[in-house]
């Protein structure tokens, strides 16, 4: 019962925040960021509630599909909320909310689904909760890039709408965009060195594919931070390589899980 009231708590608040921001663009009245702020703190609140009751239990961290998703759309939000204080980011909500409404309602429904239990294993612990975190800066980068890319394609062809008038400048948007992703490559490296280090085998058959996925993912945002340092990559090609790494981390770590959990243990 206790999640459920923290779960729900959490919905109302995302889908209150998504419904705000909404109201005020149809009426082209700018949105008190203190307003939106409150919200999405009270919202992360109730939302860690709920991840504690089904995350920690008596046989250790559970982080089936579900709970995982839920995990880092917590994560992506309060990154969201943190770095708004410096850049602005809020707009990003606007997606960001509607997508932590649906994996907090996911993971209350479907709570030990493909559970799998980590007991005793500090450096297993570290290196998982590693991965979760780069992947959660790099999906802000991910949302980053595609909100980019429809900025610049309505500049362009000078029929931006009023939702794009409320972005900062391209020159900002790419500045955020290079910000999240050097965040994002530095902790995905950490989370491959102590999988490296510390794990016994990291290319055995269950792992394998994931390995080589996210050093994949490693390799494309790694060029691409260097084409920007040294080529003075921008617009189109920072937006191209940004999804293209993050296909291949979102196929490394939700798509392995999708078809382990669902399609193999069927």
Known sequence: MTTLIFSLLAVFLYLGGSIYQMRCLAKRLAVNVHVL??????ALLAHAGSLYLQLITEAGLALGFFNAASLVAWLVIAVTLL???????LSLLLGL????????????????????????QGMLVAHILLSILAYGILTIAAFQAGLLGIQNYQLKHKHPTRFIRTFPPLQTMERLLFQFLLCGELLLTLALVTGFVFLDNMFAQDVAHKTLLSCLAWVVFGVLL?????RGWRGSNAIRWTLAGFLLLALAYFGSK?????FLAA
Do not use: D, N, Q
Request: avoid cysteine; aromatic fraction near 14%.
């Open 37 to 42: 702020r409150a919200i999405g703190l009270v």
């Open 83 to 89: 770095s708004s204080f410096r850049a602005p980011v």
């Open 97 to 120: 909310y509607p997508l932590a409404v649906v994996t907090v309602l996911l993971a209350w429904l479907f709570p030990g689904h493909g559970t799998l239990l980590v007991t005793g």
């Open 226 to 230: 260097w084409g920007r340092h040294f």
């Open 258 to 262: 999708l078809v382990s959990e669902f």
